[in-house]
């Protein structure tokens, strides 16, 4: 059977799966297993979603102020954390290859975890997914193998048609989504897919290599939302989902399967996001998928104030009296956030990771 027969095949379950999206209900295609829903997120943040959902109107241009969505931060930042937080992210290359043209890339690499391990509860966990082998990670596995951090970091290789196979239980579906996996020679759009997969099959945040945590998680934790990276540009660099097999993750991967295959750049990450979003706009039925404003995780690129930009994110040298001080060779943003999301190509300057002893 050829991939335009499987997808029209898909697509007649897609349509049903969006309607009951839209609607809020856990729609199950077949195969699912039924799981229970998690607790809503902080009352700081569910009770401002009916302004940012009218704010994020249209999300060709959006009407949601600057002003406005750092003091939302604020408000959400002041509620409380030490929750068990569910935080994915990873390193994901071409299999042949390594990060060898990625200028300080096992330092970057590790800069992330480490603000997770400042900033997030003692029982919160981090899995870092890779699709290549251990060699290309040497400087930085001490970092998975530490006493200290057992349990709350873990080094997870991707094996995409286990993964797959989990989405659906129909071979038919889960060989429709590993082809078209299979087929992409963008890096990025790969790695789309696997944030998608992974979201579905074990619920939680997602956080690119290139985001830095800089406050507890717990308020935001178990929703479905991503966020605006610019006009009519939904960004998936930091997603969640509320729990595993989520009414919006299998929306989304429903979606996926929808399209024409494609190696467009964005074609399964912001483009499918953005495409999710104007449906629901420009429906009157409640969804539980929202976008946040971008100040919540990429002030400088919506061009909020008081952000610091990345070339300055690191013009502080590090010391280990400013290590004490949680300072980390940082220059200290006054726009409030919850993420700092950073370009690859970032200056690292002289700033170590944190100041963490052996890391």
Known sequence: MSLRSLLHIVLLLSAAAERNFLRGENYELQGFSRLLGFDQSSPELTRLFSEIDEG????????????????????????????????????????????????????????????????????????????????????SLRMFEEERFRGRVQLRHFEARSEFAQVVSNATESNALAHVYEAQTDVTSKSDLLRAVVLHNYGGFWMDTDVLLIRDLTPLAQEDFAYLGQDDFVNNAFMSTSKPRSAFMKSYLSLVLARHLSTNHFEYGPSVLTELCRKIQSSEMPSTFHVLPGCFFDGAWCGASAAVYWDDFFSKKASKAGASRGECGLHHSKQPQCGVRLSLAWPLGEADGGGVPGL
């Open 56 to 139: 994020m109107k249209p999300i060709r241009h959006p009407t949601f102020s600057l002003e406005r969505c750092s003091q939302m931060v604020e408000d959400v930042a002041s509620a409380a954390g030490g929750g068990e937080n569910f935080v994915h992210t990873g390193l994901f290359l071409p299999s042949a290859g390594g990060p060898a043209g990625w200028q300080d890339a096992q330092r970057k690499m590790r800069l992330g975890i480490l603000s997770f391990l400042a900033t997030q509860s003692n029982t919160s966990k981090l899995w870092f997914w890779t699709n290549v082998g251990n060699e290309f990670l040497q400087d």
